[in-house]
């Protein structure tokens, strides 16, 4: 299972971005399908998750400002990231669980500026 991540880059406070995540390869069921991001020092966190179900869990720093959504048919993961802080600043990985075992993206950087 491969997961490729998109959208980071650069990003003022207030303002927004998207990421996505596209994952490939023998994905079998998923069990859940998510974001965590790592900021410097700091241990990785839950962003967003989404499970087979559509259940929808969000980390309670992103709550009321980030969204996530599937695309089921392109095996795909997106985080809608509105009223960006300083604070979200962090490199964020793209994970997914099967039934077998976690998978993880490389991570993409995003850099919110004051």
């Known amino acids: 299972v491969e997961l490729v991540e998109s959208g980071g880059g650069l990003v003022q406070a207030g303002g927004s971005a998207r990421l996505s995540c596209v994952a490939s390869?023998?994905?079998?069921?998923?069990?859940?399908f998510g974001w965590y991001r790592e900021a410097p020092g700091m241990q990785r966190e839950l962003v967003a998750g989404?499970?087979?179900?559509?259940?929808?869990d969000y980390g309670d720093p992103v709550k009321g400002r980030f969204t996530i959504s599937r695309d089921g048919a392109k095996n795909t993961v997106h985080l809608q990231m509105n009223s960006l802080e300083p604070e979200d600043t962090a490199v964020y990985y793209c994970?997914?669980?099967?039934?077998?075992?976690?998978?993880w993206g490389k991570g993409t950087l995003v850099a919110v500026s004051s």
């Open positions: 994970k997914l669980s099967n039934r077998v075992m976690p998978y």
């Open positions: 390869g023998d994905i079998g069921i998923i069990n859940v």
């Open positions: 989404i499970t087979g179900g559509g259940i929808i």
